[in-house]
Each structure stands twice: as C-alpha cells, then as structure tokens.
Nanobody
Framework: QVQLVESGGGSVQAGGSLRLSCAAS??????MGWFRQAPGKEREGVAYIRYDGITTYADSVKGRFTISKDSAKNTLYLQMNGLKPEDTAMYYCAADNVDWVLYPLYKDWGQGTQVTVSS
C-alpha cells in the first residue's frame, strides 16, 4: 500500500525556519514535490525534485526553501528558511512516476502538515 506521511509543520515567527519531512512507503517514485494550499486559494507547487536530483522552485520561495531527498530512507524534505506570513498554508508532499514538475496533478498525496507563520 502506497503511503506518504508528512511531518514537521508548526507555528513560527517570521524569519524562522522549519523542516518538513515526507516518508514514502510502499513505492519508489521518480518525481516528488511539495505543494501548499492556503484557505480560499488554489493548491500551488512550491518545490520539485526528480530522480537525478534536479530541482525546481516556485519564484516565491527561491533562495529560502530547499528540497532534498534521502533515497536510502525514501524520505523527502523541505527546509524552509526566512519564513514569511504569506508562507502560511497546509503543505503537502506529492509523488508520481509522471513528470508533473510543479503542477498539482500527482497521483499520490500525503495528508498535509500545517505551517503557520506569524508576523
């Protein structure tokens, strides 16, 4: 059974940092990404990593967020530094063997972890 489980969300003040984790079980994926969705807004792609380590970021997080993966642990990470109130959202990891990059069309999704940034 395929399962993606996120952890690491929480509440921080602006300028703070958080590291999100996404443990994947039951499958090895070629393409994985982090997405976020704020209340009343559409889900948006934040960061993406493919099987060879190539990454892509949304302009809004470039230079602040870093996506990485530990293949041995089958775990995806998102290091978030310099957090801003506008980063507040539910964060989801997603995975597929189709290259969706930052489009929210991935086959498998985690349940989400909340990130709240206060000013």
């Amino acid at each position: 059974q395929v399962q993606l489980v996120e952890s690491g969300g929480g509440s921080v003040q602006a300028g703070g940092s958080l590291r999100l984790s996404c443990a994947a079980s039951g499958y090895i994926y070629s393409y994985m990404g982090w997405f976020r969705q704020a209340p009343g807004k559409e889900r948006e792609g934040v960061a993406y990593i493919r099987y060879d380590g190539i990454t892509t970021y949304a302009d809004s997080v470039k230079g602040r967020f870093t996506i990485s993966k530990d293949s041995a642990k089958n775990t995806l990470y998102l290091q978030m530094n310099g957090l801003k109130p506008e980063d507040t959202a539910m964060y989801y990891c997603a995975a597929d063997n189709v290259d969706w990059v930052l489009y929210p069309l991935y086959k498998d999704w985690g349940q989400g972890t909340q990130v709240t940034v206060s000013s």
